[in-house]
């Protein structure tokens, strides 16, 4: 086929998947690799040259991870060492032993290929976990950050795995030039290291002063490419080269400009990377050997969950974080391609085992969206059927002091981030007591260090005993601040349930989860969207040169308006109908003038009354050089005055005509 044509050809299909995707809500990942399958060789044959295929998706993985390592550091690396170290080295260590000997017990296999199985199953895929969780706001909680721990430490063990797959092979390597290949790999480790610290930056700079776009963008492609082709030459894989690249200019002070002008094309070569994955399937391999295909597959997924919830758990994770972890992890990586390429050419894999092992790796990609969302109703599962066994976190074991105390009236404050924290020092001022929940055990640990006056629990709150210990039929009120918006239903039920006179008050991301968390139970929801918006509108206020004063008082008109519709005790919403995006999102912020002979001149605003009769509010005037904030309903109103109001635009079209002056004739 014309490339042009076969171009053109892909782009509809991909746009027409994409939309179906959109449409019956299944993840970007699944239609790209789906697009893969129909447009390679083994479907529709858009795209039928196999080296094409493999040249795109090298190109796609190399691009893909050079991205990752422009947002991964090695500060953020030496501080979350221990989980990367200890959660990652166990479970890449017992992912290759279970997997191996499961396969070599079950299917015979010798022992070698069964060990090299082990470390293709062994490796994640860093790009697919964290794509899902950027979509699910979810980086920064603590099962992210777990998973960003061991996704760190997988890729670096690509590197001893690539340096053991010839051993494998019996021949390839021999133990008199293992040191030297050894010594190799270091030499290029501190070429890379030298280049981090002085080569890029001398050269970043001197691009930098150009100001030139297109010089800095070639610039920083072609280092990435320069890395990949420097890795490659010492033995290793261009992906990884390509992901130390962005680890290099990643260190720069030049990064945050690199990552901006490379950051836009990061979906592109994503779904460059799953659709020539895609292609290489052959879904008649499905289809002919199903069997192979399916007990492949249950090894990955019971190996893989299994090594991955165990490794969490050795951490000091809360069973739902392992189990999240688990079931996140339980897909094949990036890397394990490229190892699986070098098996092949090898001959330590034959085609056929490369293609069961082809569909089995696809499928458990594909599946890695759903896998995720399972973790919460897999938890609550397995406690329901096994109570006793598999136990919540006992926060009385876990205490390193004494019990709190049998607090009365006091707050329970779920999440200890930046805003628990805020609103644990707002009750500290207030001679509030209050208890807080949080199940990083780093920052359990750090804070019982720092703080010796209040209890800090670890636990997760979505558990009957963690809130119990929490005092919390006692207390008298919950604010629920953590990431985790798929678990924050469950803890407010949960609350209602065990305390139904608290007041519960949550925080939200989205205005559209407001009328859902209400449902439960919850009696005022703080959505970050609506604050941002009452942020925004404070700056824009001040370019109208009103006073500080009168900006806060009008902000506090506005919040006080919006958050009517965000709480229960003033529900302007009962027959749920009403969405409180949509509801409030109309609502703008207008000026207008009172002009001479105007309807509305010489009326007091208790007679004009603009919210009752059209639906719009007065939050101020301004009369010559002075301001009148929150107006009092008997001010009357005089020409020239500018008028601030907020309302729709449909209702400020219909108050319009009662501040407009008289139409002027020619």
């Known amino acids: 086929m014309d490339v042009i044509l076969a171009v053109v050809c892909l782009g509809i299909l991909t746009v027409a998947l994409l939309f179906l995707g959109r449409r019956f809500k299944i993840p970007s990942i699944v239609c790209f690799l789906v697009i893969g399958m129909l447009a390679g060789p083994y479907a529709l044959s858009i795209v039928s040259d196999q080296s094409t295929i493999e040249t795109i998706g090298e190109i796609g993985v190399i691009l893909l991870l050079f991205t990752i390592g422009l947002e991964f550091s090695f500060e953020r690396l030496l501080k979350a060492w221990r989980v990367v170290v200890i959660g990652g080295a166990f479970q890449v260590c017992t992912t290759i032993v279970v997997a191996a000997l499961i396969l070599h017990m079950i299917n015979g296999v010798m022992f070698t290929e069964a060990i090299f199985f082990g470390f293709l199953v062994s490796l994640s895929s860093t790009a697919i976990v964290m794509k899902i969780l950027q979509d699910r706001g979810e980086v920064e909680t603590v099962p992210g950050r777990t998973l960003l721990g061991i996704l760190i430490f997988q890729d670096l063990a690509v590197i001893p795995m690539l340096l053991l797959t010839p051993v494998l092979m019996g021949s390839s390597i021999s133990t008199a030039s293992l040191p030297f290949e050894i010594i190799k790999v270091i030499a290029i480790l501190a070429i890379l290291i030298v280049s981090a610290h002085w080569v890029v ?67 592109v070569f994503a779904a460059i990377f799953f659709i020539s ?122 205490a390193s002091g004494p019990a709190p105390e049998e607090l009365s009236g006091h707050i329970v404050i779920v999440g200890y981030g930046m805003t628990g924290k805020s609103v644990a020092r707002a009750a500290e001022i207030l001679g509030i007591p209050y208890n807080a929940i949080d199940m990083d055990p780093d920052v359990v640990a750090r804070e019982r260090a720092a703080d010796t006056h209040h209890e800090i629990i670890f636990g997760d709150a979505t558990h009957r005993e963690i809130l119990e210990y929490a005092g919390i039929e006692r207390a008298r009120a919950l604010v629920v601040v953590i990431s985790e918006q798929n678990v924050v239903p469950g803890i407010i039920h949960l609350a209602r349930e065990m305390a139904p006179s608290i007041y519960i008050v949550v925080r939200t991301r989205h205005v559209n989860d407001v009328r859902q968390l209400l449902d ?50 003033h529900d302007p919403l009962p027959s749920g109908n009403q969405d409180p995006e949509r509801a409030f999102g109309d609502l703008h912020i207008h000026t207008l003038e009172v002009g001479a002979g105007a309807p509305s001149v010489g009326k007091t605003l208790r007679q004009l009354d603009p919210w009752n009769t059209r639906g719009v509010g007065i939050l101020a005037i301004r009369r010559g050089a002075a301001s009148v904030t929150s107006p009092h309903p008997d001010l009357i109103v005089l020409p020239g005055d500018v008028l601030i109001l907020y309302g729709s635009e449909t209702n400020i079209s219909r108050f319009r005509p009662l501040v407009a002056g008289p139409a002027k004739t020619a």
């Open 520 to 569: 439960l139970g919850a009696d005022e929801v703080i959505p970050e969207e609506f604050e941002t918006s009452v942020r925004i509108f404070s700056r824009v206020l001040a370019k109208y040169t009103l006073p500080e004063s009168d900006i806060d008082t009008l902000t506090k008109v506005v919040r006080g308006n919006g958050y009517r519709m965000f709480s229960r005790a």
């Open 201 to 267: 930056p001398w050269v970043m700079y001197r691009v930098a002063r150009q100001k030139n776009r297109e010089l800095f963008v070639f610039t920083i492609a072609g280092i990435c490419f320069a890395v990949a082709w420097l890795t490659n030459a010492a033995g290793l894989s261009y992906s990884l080269g390509a992901f130390m690249a962005g680890l290099i200019i990643g260190e720069s002070e030049f990064s945050i400009d690199a990552v901006s002008n490379i950051i836009p094309f990061r979906d």
């Open 277 to 398: 994955i895609g292609m290489l399937l052959d879904t008649s391999v499905i289809l002919s050997q199903l069997s192979i295909v399916i007990t492949l597959l249950a090894i990955i997924l019971v190996a893989k969950v299994l090594t991955g919830s165990v490794a969490s758990a050795i951490l000091g994770m809360p069973t739902r974080v392992s189990i999240f972890v688990g079931l996140a992890l339980a897909q094949i990586g990036e890397f394990s391609f490229v190892l699986a390429k070098n098996g092949v050419d090898s001959n330590l894999m034959g085609p056929g085992p490369y293609q069961f092992f082809l569909a089995a790796a696809i499928i458990t990609m594909a599946l890695t969206p759903f896998t995720m969302n399972m973790a919460f109703p897999v938890t609550n599962l397995l406690y329901r059927l096994f109570p006793d066994r598999i136990k919540r976190p006992d926060p009385r074991k876990d």
